[in-house]
């Protein structure tokens, strides 16, 4: 989910950092880069190391000195079909949205939600009808996400517009959106596969024990 990536930039240096130009670029590209969007890149999440710099220019009229420095970054880019947890932020008709705490443009529209999936527009929240169960997704729920895409670019909206829709989507899109898919087996809500989980280990406890006392009966005989 996390991946190290290399950068240049020309940081600007103020002087009172002069004497600790070091600190005065990790200042810089703390303030440029964490917590902030990087087209075709990801969420700049933290400074990891400053490798290089050159010599700093003080241009005419500007106190400051400007430097050509390479650095890397910690940034949040999930590659796809990368696994992700979540938790259930809000759900609407189109889908839910989730939320990684730090980080929630996470997208699942309906069409990647488990099959069959009802949306109940009183209670607004998604369910997924499996046999004679119904499965619900109620916001504040821990989920297992597949990483679809990644869209960082202005043309790809937030969410799509409804069936038969003529009104343009008034919100802009998110800088970055990570889409994701709930629909393969093992995903969707942690609690589902967790019960059947401990009904499968419950099962393999008890058959072991009968193979157990099926030999204990050989050996006895």
């Not at 000195?65 to 696994?83: D, K, N, Q, S």
């Not at 916001?139 to 937030?158: C, H, M, T, W, Y």
């Amino acid at each position: 989910m996390f991946v190290l990536v290399r950068l240049k930039d020309v940081l600007k240096i103020n002087p009172e950092n002069f004497n600790n130009e070091l600190e005065g670029f990790q200042l810089e590209v703390r303030r440029k880069y964490v917590n902030r969007i990087i087209k075709d890149v990801g969420l700049g999440v933290a400074l990891y190391d400053v490798l290089e710099f050159g010599e700093g220019y003080v241009y005419p009229g500007d106190g400051a000195a400007h430097y050509t420095v390479t650095f890397r970054l910690v940034v949040l880019r999930p590659f796809v079909g990368e696994i992700l947890l979540g938790r259930i932020k809000s759900c609407d008709d189109y889908g839910i949205q989730v939320t990684l705490d730090f980080f929630s443009d996470v997208y699942v529209v309906a069409d990647h939600m488990p099959e069959p999936s009802e949306y109940d527009p009183v209670a607004q929240i998604w369910a997924w009808k499996y046999e004679s169960y119904t499965m619900y997704m109620e916001p504040g729920s821990i989920v297992r996400l597949k990483v679809e895409a990644i869209a960082f670019n202005d043309k790809i909206s937030k969410r799509p517009p409804k069936v038969n829709s003529d009104v343009a989507e008034s919100a802009p899109p998110p800088a970055m959106m990570i889409v994701a898919t709930m629909k393969h087996q093992g995903l969707g809500c942690i609690d589902w596969w967790k019960n059947q989980e401990e009904v499968g280990d419950a099962e393999q406890t008890e058959t072991m024990e009968e193979e157990g006392e099926e030999e204990a009966v050989g050996e006895d005989e």
